[in-house]
């Protein structure tokens, strides 16, 4: 019963910001923890950052640690990812997921529901 609809993707230049939203829906979401993850072309769906429900606790990938942040709007049901100083590597698709615990985790196997994908484009 959980669905998730992922915005806020497109194209950008290096060194620009865009945020992405993750519109969340279901009768538990609202204590679960939460993730974003990315999958470039021809590689493997990666981790990105996730959080808790009381954003206590809240991880990172190294590769974006200083320049992304994730965050939530529990009120809205609204994951967010702010995603400042874009570097081409940074292109994916971004996949917003939710996992049926309220324990914050940078496993992609733990997470049961995903979006469909936003896809970020970043030029150099």
């Known amino acids: 019963q959980v669905q998730l609809d992922e915005s806020g993707g497109g194209l950008v230049q290096a060194g620009g910001s865009l945020r992405l939203s993750c519109a969340a829906s279901?009768?538990?979401?609202?204590?679960?923890?939460m993730g974003w993850f990315r999958q470039a072309p021809g590689k493997e769906r990666e981790f990105v950052a996730a959080n808790n429900w009381s954003e206590t606790v809240t991880y990172y990938a190294d590769s974006v640690k200083g320049r992304f942040t994730i965050s939530r709007d529990n009120g809205k049901n609204i994951l967010y990812l702010q995603m400042n100083n874009l570097r081409p590597e940074d292109t994916a698709v971004y996949y917003c997921?939710?996992?049926?615990?309220?324990?914050?985790?940078?496993?992609?196997?733990?997470?049961?529901?995903w979006g469909q994908g936003t896809r970020v484009t970043v030029s150099s």
């Open positions: 279901g009768p538990t979401l609202a204590k679960n923890a």
């Open positions: 997921a939710a996992k049926i615990g309220m324990v914050t985790s940078s496993e992609k196997d733990d997470y049961e529901y």
